[in-house]
């Protein structure tokens, strides 16, 4: 069995030489949180999306989920109902979006991703809830049948029925979240709605999707504003930039989470 | 469920909830008004006979998602909603300040919600006679492994009691009315975890098996 958090810095002897700055002192990948996901999984794309706007670097490895590792031994070593994605700094490891976003949240730099008045909370929370059972899973379903499954199996044939069902099931609430966004984001300010939202439309975007996207005029506003708004940590970043294209989700690259100098 | 937020302050009244007493996300939100001592005017949408799905309802929640929590203008749907909703009130928030426990918490919110829709069609079955899918069991199972295993040395499921312990208590509870008790009795950790919410006011009011049958919904 093997560790699979053991990447990136965290598979450097802790007393390797570019561990430390020019005066001994711990150099800030010491604390670098590291992510294991996968390029085309909408949840690992929210946990970096949150991490990039709060200034937190991240080392990314990919669980490869076209060859299904997160069902692998080692993986649910790390993550024991196989969710996805898992994070780790130092010796916690906590797993999955809900408590990983909020994890790098309470870490990070910069105003709460969470809206700090009550009623655009629950709004928040509804349009998350919506998002994750009438979006979601119509995403997924067009990945796996478009994009992972051929990669895992050239013969893969997609069930061209669930593709179409998936598309026309995604008609509605994407309709819905046009007629909602009335100001600059969904809920009136970023919030972490606007992270969800961003990684289902971003891997739509990729495989084909844009049409759904364009066609609705104030979904297309705020995607446009969303590719280049620029993370709220105060770091010269837009966390768009760190999204996966589809040959990085053919190829399995993921991207680490880099903020420049502090 | 995310973040720290205003408290609110308007008076603890006037605060409406129409859901089912078979529903586990309304229990949830039972279970919540009850820890932060909220009254709520409770009103029946009968999912079992699909009001949910009715125009008049998806008219106020075009998803079709419940319970429905009004107050004034402000309306939170969903249990998502409605559980950070009701967390303003009241003293103190539920959410964890430490990061750590805050990941923690959330993530045990994720895994509820994979046995939710199994243990929902148990409560049915017991209560309606409605079929109950073959693996129900089994993913109940699975999960009430890891849960027992991550409570050990515990007192509530991360620090002090929290939103996880909300989630977890609406699922306990429904397996003890779908009969399914042995589930929670066979596992030590869940056991004494369990003896000890159930003695929580909130408890006390949370629909029995002859009011889900009964479709009586009540208030904490």
Redesign the interface.
Known sequence: MSDLFHFGSAAKALDADDRYGSDGEMKKTQYVMQLLGFPGHPDTLKVMLTAAEKGIEVESAVVDMSAKQQDTEDYRKIS??G?MPA?KEAD?I??????????V???GLGR????????V??????W???GR??VQPHVETLMQELVIGPMGDASYAADNAAVDAARAGLAT?LD?LDAKIASEYIVGEFS?VDIHFTAYLHLLSVIGGEEMLNSRPNVKGWFEKIKTHKSYSGQDIVAYDFMPSLEDIKSKTIADIECGEF | MFGLFKKKNKAETGMKLRGFPGDLSTVKCLIMAGEKQVKLEIELLDTQAGEQDQAEYRALSPFGKHPYLQEGDAVAIGAEAGLAYLDTRGKGFMNPKKAQHFGHQNYWWQVSEIVAASVESLVKAAAFGSDVAADAEAIIETNLNAFDSALTGKKFIVGDYSHADVHWTAVAHFLVLAGKQDMIDSRPNTKAWYDKVKQRPSYASLPSLEDIKQKQLKAA
């Open positions: 024991p109902l969710i994070l916690y906590v797993t999955g979006e809900n408590g990983t976003s909020v994890f949240e309470g870490r709460f991703l969470a809206p700090r008045n009550a009623e909370l629950a709004d928040q929370n509804y998350m809830d919506v059972t009438e609430p819905a972490y």
